[in-house]
């Protein structure tokens, strides 16, 4: 018998054929349902983006505006979920944690319902969440704002500005999908084997919960605000190299040269704070990133390690006033409308995902009974 090749983490395996996104790591290119990336997710509300991953097609302005019609009423959260969120509070349990539970509380038959629901509940539990957490009522939806605006409102009870929304709005579009990533392939096998769609959901996010996926945009900011001047950032980040440390924010599995997402979040960060915020903070990061690619160069010759996206995603949702805990969550909040969008295609394929294993175990074991062992 001829040996099998194994693919450990099924590496280079390609699993699925899909329109909705592809990554091209070599030449730094993430296509979004046939968009570059740095073409629309600053010009496009996420409803669009929701929009075209679901149905292959921008919707017109009747379109539009039915589909956000139709988002509106499920942003309100049934008693049973506002119980978990607040029994989660009460444990201040990790907010994906929190979002894991309170997720499963939806329930629908109605595929169509249940993504509506679980795209329009995801920003509402998070922001209910978090409030609980700091001893403060939820703050009810709006009718009247759009996903990306409710979700602010509904985290502070204050009406966020458009450049705030735009912001906001433009990592939203940026993150919604990115190929055949842990979590996305996690919902598709669960939907594969004809699960409901609000199963494959939950799985998705326990995988995304996981460090070695969900990333770490907070650690990138963490280390900004450890260097604490300009002056100070090339002793800081030589001293980080020096004893073997990673940079956070720089390098990328996929990515071999700037992550493209991060060159779209970089332009949505300097409007952001070209508007409002703290301008020296932003100048800050600037010159970290200069020094520490310039670095890496120098101490990793060849390995061309860029900036990637959670370098500026911690910039710019830190720009919104989102804490570090809120960062992963709300990555979670686009993604969700990526995972439904490949859960509908999986469907249509009608095909039970079923890899093979090769054992590798021991054989012909002889089975020696309990008094002789």
């Not at 009423?73 to 979920?81: E, F, Q």
């Not at 703050?139 to 204050?158: C, E, F, I, K, Q």
């Not at 700037?258 to 070209?274: N, S």
């Not at 020094?291 to 120098?298: N, Q």
Request: overall charge negative.
């Amino acid at each position: 018998m001829s040996e099998t090749a194994v693919r450990a983490g099924l590496e280079g395996v390609v699993a699925a054929a899909t329109r909705l996104s592809s990554v091209d790591g070599q030449a730094g290119e993430l296509i979004i349902a046939g968009f570059p990336v740095e073409d629309f997710a600053d010009r496009a509300t996420f409803e669009e983006t929701l929009y075209l991953l679901w149905h292959d097609a921008l919707p017109n302005a009747d379109q539009l505006a039915q589909f956000r019609r139709a988002l509106a009423p499920h942003r309100h959260l049934a008693p049973i979920t506002l119980n978990i969120i607040s029994a989660a509070a009460e444990r201040k349990a990790d907010v994906m944690d929190m979002l894991r539970m309170a997720t499963s509380t939806l329930t629908s038959d109605n595929h169509e319902q249940a993504a509506l629901a679980l795209v329009a509940q995801m920003p509402s539990m998070v922001a209910a969440y978090w409030r609980m957490l700091q001893g403060q009522a939820a703050v009810a939806p709006r009718p009247d704002l759009g996903h990306t605006g409710n979700y602010l409102w509904m985290l502070s009870g204050t009406e966020p500005s458009p450049e705030q929304v735009r912001a906001l709005e433009t990592y939203l579009n940026t993150v919604v999908d990115h190929g055949l990533n842990a979590s996305t392939f996690t919902a598709r096998v669960i939907i594969s084997t004809q699960s409901d769609l609000v199963s494959a959901v939950v799985g998705a996010i326990g995988a995304l919960k996981g460090p070695l996926h969900g990333g770490a945009p907070g650690p990138a900011l963490d280390m900004v605000f450890e260097i604490g001047a300009a002056e100070r950032a090339e002793a800081v980040l030589r001293a980080k190299l020096e004893r073997g440390e990673r940079l956070m924010g720089f390098g990328h599995r996929v990515y071999k040269v700037r992550d493209p997402r991060a060159e779209v979040l970089a332009r949505a960060a300097k409007r952001l704070f070209d508007h409002a915020g703290d301008r020296s903070l932003y100048e800050l990061v600037m010159q970290v990133e200069r020094t520490a690619v310039a670095l890496l160069a120098e101490y990793k010759p060849g390995r061309n390690l860029q900036t990637n996206v959670e370098f500026y995603t911690a910039l710019l949702l830190h720009g919104l006033g989102l804490p570090n805990e809120l960062f992963t969550p709300t990555f979670t909040v686009s993604r969700v409308g990526g995972w439904i969008a490949h859960c509908f295609e999986q469907q249509a394929l009608g095909r039970i995902i079923r890899p093979q294993s090769v054992y590798t175990g021991i054989r012909d074991r002889a089975w020696v009974p309990l008094a002789e062992r």
